[in-house]
Nanobody
Framework: QLQLVESGGGLVQPGGSLRLSCVTS????????VGWFRQAPGKAREEVAA????????YYNPAVTIRFTISRDNAENTVWLQMNDLKPEDTGVYFC????????????????WGKGTQVTVSS
């Protein structure tokens, strides 16, 4: 059974940093792309970042480029999202998801999802 568990969320002041973790189990991460998504209150879910399993290529929402970095360690079955210079508009529930095809990240159609971790950016 594929499982993804996010952690690392919390309350942070504007300009601060957080590192989210997505620990996976029940499948070989080598064969899956992993993406991060977020959903703010009253808003639609949006793509944040993704990392391909084939060539390691990275994809970012333009709103987070430069500030956020996605990385993975297949041996540790973990994907991270390093978030720097956080802004109030980054507030939301952050989800990680996995799919054999990274193309599914672009429309939020990844196959397996975690339950999310709350990120709140506020002074």
């Amino acid at each position: 059974q594929l499982q993804l568990v996010e952690s690392g969320g919390g309350l942070v002041q504007p300009g601060g940093s957080l590192r989210l973790s997505c620990v996976t189990s029940g499948f070989n991460l080598d064969h899956y792309a992993v993406g991060w998504f977020r959903q703010a209150p009253g808003k639609a879910r949006e793509e944040v970042a993704a990392i391909d399993n084939n060539d390691g290529k990275l994809y970012y929402n333009p709103a987070v480029t430069i500030r956020f970095t996605i990385s993975r360690d297949n041996a540790e079955n973990t994907v991270w999202l390093q978030m720097n210079d956080l802004k109030p508009e980054d507030t939301g529930v952050y989800f990680c998801a996995a799919d054999p095809k990274v193309s599914t990240w672009f429309w939020g159609g990844m196959k397996s999802w975690g339950k999310g971790t709350q990120v709140t950016v506020s002074s």
